[in-house]
């Protein structure tokens, strides 16, 4: 019997996690009072480990049966060993509570923080080098075309459909603004539903988006982000690009807001240009790290509110986590950024939506500012999910009106328009004639100069 018992101890104590094993070889080292307690605790289990041994073999296979011969007892042994197992355990975690405690942090630690040294992807230090080689190996795929950058415009959306058939009719309308905007002025576009990596979901899902993009179309020279919930409003104006010759990173923003009062909406990440360069792909590098979901995004969430003004407190978003990183590293980035605010790169829908009247009536497209909005933004707006900031009424109603305000400049150039621009009912704005090609649309944009001999 006590053979049993040993062989049974000996086969529990197996079956235990160590600290040390579960600590990765981490010694946890104890004082001498522990050890002392924990050697007596040890020889109270060994005892209380007979009597159970006694007990569970008389109420398995009977008192007469202890000293007797074998009768096919290989079902019971095991049950003893399992019964043993469960009742060592529950002692263990009597006996010495901190030690599960220790040994329980330890697990969730490691379970907790997967990505502590998160990187979006192989390290790479000689881009530019590379680019260049391609596009001299390449020269059918020139990164500029007539004098002018190419430019690819990047957006999407979640895998999934929208809660609601509505959220899905206004993506469709965003993409389909967005496309007329970008064959007007010679941009290709990409349109992505795939999160190309599960640990960047949500607002941070653009991060790896943009790196892939980079580094698998070096004959592009920038990459424009656009938010699914931002519309073209000026379909005639065209980016400054010269003004940019000297920077790599442009967004809507303003310098004081930003490096003087650190304010959570100091730029916006919505709509912005990033060149194809190695400075590029270091700042992703950089921005990236807080974005992992779960613990390492809810903890830099506190820490991006701590030091943010104004920013409430949620999780950390790529916003932010950008005004922090330029913030706290000005000298290594700030040169390249360029926060642009002389036109409307990201226009806030609450300030604009309601003037499209008044602005048709006194200015006209192509100047992108407060007078004629570049892009509107429809920030807290949520169409394609069950919550927002704003009634969903109020959001549906404003996107309506923004998309119809942008139609109207390209249904104009086939003589029609909008009844209103709460609606999608259209009108004709000229008669037919038998010298369609001597009619000139009103802004010039069948056959616009800035597309003229562009092939791409």
Same mark, same amino acid.
């Given at each position: 019997?006590?053979?049993?018992?040993?062989?049974?101890?000996?086969?529990?104590?197996?079956?235990?996690?160590?600290?040390?094993?579960?600590?990765?070889?981490?010694?946890?080292?104890?004082?001498?009072?522990?050890?002392?307690?924990?050697?007596?605790?040890?020889?109270?289990?060994?005892?209380?480990?007979?009597?159970?041994?006694?007990?569970?073999?008389?109420?398995?296979?009977?008192?007469?049966?202890?000293?007797?011969?074998?009768?096919?007892?290989?079902?019971?042994?095991?049950?003893? !060993?399992?019964?043993?197992?469960?009742?060592?355990e529950e002692i263990r975690r009597k006996?010495?509570?901190?030690?599960?405690?220790?040994?329980?942090?330890?697990?969730?630690?490691?379970?907790?923080?997967?990505?502590?040294?998160?990187?979006? /992807?192989?390290?790479?230090?000689?881009?530019?080098?590379?680019?260049?080689?391609?596009?001299?190996?390449?020269?059918?795929?020139?990164?500029?075309?007539? /004098?002018?950058?190419?430019?690819?415009?990047?957006?999407?959306?979640?895998?999934?459909?929208?809660?609601?058939?509505?959220?899905?009719?206004?993506?469709?309308?965003?993409?389909?603004?967005?496309?007329?905007?970008?064959?007007?002025?010679?941009?290709?576009?990409?349109?992505?539903?795939?999160?190309?990596?599960?640990?960047?979901? /949500?607002?941070?899902?653009?991060?790896?988006?943009?790196?892939?993009?980079?580094?698998?179309?070096?004959?592009?020279?920038?990459?424009?982000?656009?938010?699914?919930?931002?519309?073209?409003?000026?379909?005639?104006?065209?980016?400054?690009?010269?003004?940019?010759?000297?920077?790599?990173?442009?967004?809507?923003?303003?310098?004081?807001?930003?490096?003087?009062?650190?304010?959570?909406?100091?730029?916006?990440?919505?709509?912005?240009?990033?060149?194809?360069?190695?400075?590029?792909?270091?700042?992703?590098?950089?921005?990236?790290?807080?974005?992992?979901?779960?613990?390492i995004r809810e903890e830099a969430g506190?820490?991006?509110?701590?030091?943010?003004?104004?920013?409430?407190?949620?999780?950390?978003?790529?916003?932010?986590?950008?005004?922090?990183?330029?913030?706290?590293?000005?000298?290594?980035?700030?040169?390249?950024?360029?926060?642009?605010?002389?036109?409307?790169?990201?226009?806030?829908?609450?300030?604009?939506?309601?003037?499209?009247?008044d602005m048709i009536r006194t200015y006209?497209?192509?100047?992108?500012?407060?007078?004629?909005?570049?892009?509107?933004?429809?920030?807290?707006?949520?169409?394609?999910?069950?919550?927002?900031?704003?009634?969903?009424?109020?959001?549906?109603?404003?996107?309506?009106?923004?998309?119809?305000?942008?139609?109207?400049?390209?249904?104009?150039?086939?003589?029609?328009?909008?009844?209103?621009?709460?609606?999608?009912?259209?009108?004709?704005?000229?008669?037919?004639? !038998?010298?369609?090609?001597?009619?000139?649309?009103?802004?010039?944009?069948?056959?616009?100069?800035?597309?003229?001999?562009?092939?791409?």
């Amino acid at each position: 019997m006590w053979e049993i018992r040993d062989s049974m101890r000996e086969s529990v104590k197996r079956g235990l996690p160590s600290v040390r094993g579960a600590a990765n070889g981490r010694s946890l080292a104890l004082p001498k009072a522990r050890s002392i307690q924990k050697t007596f605790n040890n020889l109270k289990i060994t005892i209380l480990c007979g009597f159970v041994t006694i007990l569970v073999l008389r109420g398995t296979i009977g008192v007469g049966n202890l000293g007797g011969q074998d009768t096919g007892g290989g079902g019971a042994s095991q049950k003893v !060993a399992e019964e043993n197992a469960r009742a060592l355990e529950e002692i263990r975690r009597k006996e010495d509570p901190d030690e599960e405690s220790e040994l329980g942090m330890q697990i969730d630690s490691n379970a907790t923080y997967p990505n502590v040294t998160y990187t979006l /992807g192989p390290r790479i230090s000689d881009w530019d080098q590379q680019r260049i080689s391609w596009l001299k190996e390449n020269p059918q795929f020139p990164s500029y075309v007539n /004098g002018k950058p190419r430019i690819l415009l990047v957006t999407g959306s979640q895998p999934n459909p929208c809660d609601s058939s509505v959220g899905d009719h206004y993506l469709l309308k965003g993409i389909k603004n967005k496309i007329d905007y970008c064959r007007l002025h010679g941009i290709e576009i990409v349109y992505n539903m795939a999160h190309l990596d599960k640990e960047m979901a /949500g607002y941070w899902a653009k991060l790896p988006l943009l790196r892939r993009l980079m580094l698998s179309h070096p004959e592009v020279e920038w990459i424009w982000w656009m938010d699914s919930d931002a519309m073209f409003t000026d379909m005639v104006f065209e980016l400054p690009l010269d003004k940019y010759k000297n920077y790599n990173f442009v967004l809507h923003g303003w310098e004081n807001l930003v490096y003087g009062k650190q304010s959570w909406i100091g730029l916006n990440t919505g709509s912005f240009l990033i060149r194809n360069c190695q400075w590029s792909l270091d700042i992703l590098d950089a921005w990236a790290p807080m974005g992992p979901k779960g613990k390492i995004r809810e903890e830099a969430g506190r820490v991006l509110t701590a030091h943010l003004e104004g920013r409430p407190a949620f999780e950390a978003d790529d916003q932010s986590a950008l005004i922090y990183l330029l913030i706290s590293q000005k000298k290594l980035w700030g040169d390249k950024v360029f926060l642009e605010s002389s036109y409307f790169l990201h226009g806030f829908w609450v300030v604009v939506v309601d003037k499209y009247e008044d602005m048709i009536r006194t200015y006209h497209p192509g100047l992108g500012d407060e007078r004629w909005p570049f892009v509107t933004h429809f920030v807290g707006c949520k169409p394609c999910g069950s919550y927002g900031d704003y009634p969903v009424e109020r959001c549906l109603k404003s996107m309506e009106r923004a998309f119809n305000f942008a139609d109207n400049q390209i249904l104009q150039i086939y003589g029609f328009k909008h009844r209103t621009l709460n609606t999608a009912k259209v009108k004709r704005t000229r008669n037919e004639t !038998a010298s369609p090609l001597e009619v000139k649309d009103e802004f010039n944009l069948l056959h616009p100069s800035f597309t003229a001999s562009k092939s791409l």
